[in-house]
């Protein structure tokens, strides 16, 4: 009966999509495009089809049952659970590892015990290891502590020992499950005989706990900081970012100024520069000076947050000597920002001097962000607000402004508190996505008090949402939702869901090879992108077809996180832009590595056009965000792009 019933789902999709084109499979590049069963679990995939993927999940071919664990990875469905729990039993252990990684997808703690058997009976070292990591992201309590337990101490177990480390970590960062012998798991991996992935994942493990108190192993994490890896040290001084020991501020300070790596640099500035972190920074002003006035972007960007959070009414002087040696004008706004919060007659003629001089409008929209120190610039803020000609980076960047000012803690007592108001809510009737995104974030938000102040009216929200155009406008929906509950005493809604609607175009796909190179010619110089259509076909498929049209010719890059990502391909050049279609996320057993290309997105299945590069490995991005290529060559290139930086082209090889 379950033989007639494949060979019904299967006859069924090859007649309603015309699978089966000669010529599409002898052109094919890659082997979904190349293959009728292949190209069906892709689209049934991308249609969310659950009910057909598990009619086809006993295939007597391996590599099918394989394509539908694969394919259930991203469809996320709990009522794929039982067919998944018969591969995880497969014969073949590229099937068993597949289901496994699925099964933690799905992220039910219900399928612990599943899970739990195959880490402790399966006798493929690469099963055990998915299974182990997929056991994190569904665990409770009682399944942490099975997971932190096991002992895997031969040389030959490492890949048991990797999946055990992540698992630890998915633990924490899916579950936000943490347990003392877990730690002294990851502690123990930190050693130096251990493989580079191995203390990575240790590290990060350390840097992604909430609360980052470490005191009882302070010293054991200060060797740490000296491991010979880079990604280790940079974690590392991110994990004792809290610590009041004289001998970890001393590390730390010496990591700013001797470190052979940026990305410590970096990290070593954010540790000091946290709130929690004992040091002043008037003894220590000169070393983040140096900072401050480097040549590498993302260094001077991090010295100048560091201003930022912890910079007082003396310390702040000394930077504002300097500031002319400041060559990045995003931190020398950031800088400014700090100068306009202590001394608002020093700053404010120097800011708006270079507000007139300056026509790059993401330079313009890191001025009038300093602005917004001073409450006093509330009208400045909103002229640059209501003129439509200006860049949308500029309007989004005073309305930002505008909002860092009600969020003051004095905000009540300002005298153009009600002009605040009003100018947000004006947004709302603009028909820009992006200030309506902003203002129905500042109303949903109890802090701001918007309920008062609207008076339960929820009219203005539900226009802006009537004039939203779909599915483009997904992110800007999700907030005025949130804001429309909040107005009416309900919780959040959950991200409203959109139906299939750009489906894969297996041409397109036929023509693009496993590991097709992409240049992206940028001012700063170019990057070479490997693409994987075997593991994401909609992502790249969509991706490719808008290269070729041009599209990414001229974008910006809108978005730079120091030690995180640099986005962009957005066509407002704020980051809320979008194509007039979504994208099904896709997931597969990839990692987000330094170099890894992910799409940007609002939530699941709401991806576009955006993408963007990692810094550094980011694990905790794993199996939320698509990954749809890697960086082959200039990453160079990537860690000096700064906001603004343009794709002068982008073309396929």
């Known amino acids: 009966m379950r033989s007639l019933l494949i060979f019904a789902v299967f006859g069924f999709f090859l007649a309603v999509f015309g699978c089966r084109t000669k010529a599409v499979q002898q052109q094919a590049a890659n082997r979904l495009a190349a293959d009728d069963t292949l190209w069906l679990i ?16 006993q295939s007597a071919r391996a590599i099918y049952r394989e394509a539908v664990a694969l394919a259930l990875a991203s469809v996320q469905d709990t009522a794929a659970l039982s067919a998944l729990y018969q591969l995880l039993n497969d014969a073949e252990p590229r099937v068993r590892k597949m289901a496994a990684y699925a099964i933690g997808q799905i992220g039910s703690t219900r399928s612990a015990a599943n899970l739990i058997f195959a880490v402790q009976k399966d006798k493929s070292a690469a099963v055990v290891s998915a299974a182990a990591e997929a056991l994190g992201k569904c665990a409770d309590s009682a399944a942490l502590q099975v997971l932190a337990a096991l002992r895997y101490d031969a040389p030959e177990q490492a890949q048991q020992r990797h999946g055990q480390m992540m698992g630890l970590y998915r633990a924490l960062t899916w579950k936000r499950l943490r347990l003392p012998i877990g730690d002294s798991k990851a502690l123990s991996f930190l050693a130096p005989n251990y493989p580079d992935s191995l203390r990575i994942m240790a590290a990060n493990y350390f840097a992604r706990s909430p609360d980052k108190v470490y005191e009882p192993i302070t010293r054991e994490l200060l060797v740490a900081l000296n491991d010979n890896h880079p990604h280790v040290r940079l974690n590392i001084a991110l994990a004792l970012s809290n610590s009041t ?8 300070l010496e990591a700013i100024q001797k470190d052979a790596a940026y990305e410590v640099q970096i990290a070593a500035l954010r540790a000091i520069g946290t709130l929690k972190n004992p040091i002043p920074l008037e003894p220590i002003k000169e070393v983040i000076g140096k900072s401050l006035c480097s040549a590498q972007p993302n260094i001077a960007v991090a010295a100048a947050e560091v201003i930022r959070n912890k910079a007082d009414k003396v310390s702040i002087k000394y930077f504002y000597s300097i500031i002319d040696s400041v060559r990045n004008p995003r931190a020398r706004a950031l800088v400014m920002g700090a100068v306009m919060k202590f001394h608002p007659s020093s700053g404010q003629s120097f800011v708006e001097e270079l507000l007139k001089k300056t026509a790059d ?24 607000l209501s003129e439509a000609h200006h860049h949308p980076v500029v309007r989004t960047s005073a309305l930002e402004g505008l909002l860092q000012i009600q969020s003051r803690k004095d905000f009540t007592a300002l005298p153009d508190k009600d002009f605040v108001r009003q100018q947000i809510i004006a947004t709302l009737n603009s028909q820009d996505a992006a200030l309506i995104a902003l203002a129905a974030g500042a109303i949903a938000d109890p802090a701001n008090g918007y309920t008062q102040y609207l008076k ?60 097709q190179e992409v240049v992206i010619k940028t001012t700063k110089g170019n990057v070479v992108f490997r693409l994987f259509p075997e593991q994401t076909p909609g992502s790249v498929v969509s991706f490719v077809k808008l290269l070729r049209q041009g599209y990414y010719n001229g974008k910006t890059f809108h978005r730079v996180v120091p030690n ?27 990692h987000y590595k330094a170099g890894t290309v992910g799409l940007a997105s609002a939530g699941k299945d709401t991806e576009s056009c955006q993408w963007f590069i990692s810094h550094i490995p980011t694990p905790h991005l794993d199996g939320r965000y698509t990954i749809f290529a890697e960086v082959k060559s200039g990453m160079e290139v990537v860690h000096q792009l700064e906001i603004g930086d343009k794709i002068l082209e982008a073309t396929l090889q």
């Open 564 to 590: 995180f990502v640099v986005q962009g391909g957005c066509p407002r050049g704020d980051g809320y832009g979008g194509m007039n279609y979504t994208l099904r996320s896709e997931f597969a057993p990839l």
């Open 456 to 515: 339960g009216d929820t009219t203005l929200l539900h226009q802006a949402k009537q004039g939203l155009s779909l599915p483009r406008d997904i992110e800007t929906l999700i907030e005025v939702e949130k804001a429309i509950a909040h107005i009416a005493g309900k919780p959040a809604p959950k991200a409203p869901q959109l139906g299939w609607n750009h489906p894969i175009d297996r041409q397109v796909l036929a023509s693009i090879k496993q590991g």
């Open 42 to 57: 892709t689209t049934l995939q991308d249609r969310r089809a659950t009910d057909s993927l598990i009619a086809l999940h």
């Open 361 to 384: 409008p993401y330079e313009q929209g890191f001025l009038l962000k300093a602005l917004a120190e001073a409450p006093q610039n509330n009208r400045l803020l909103a002229k640059y």
């Open 245 to 252: 020991s004289s001998k970890v501020q001393q590390k730390l």
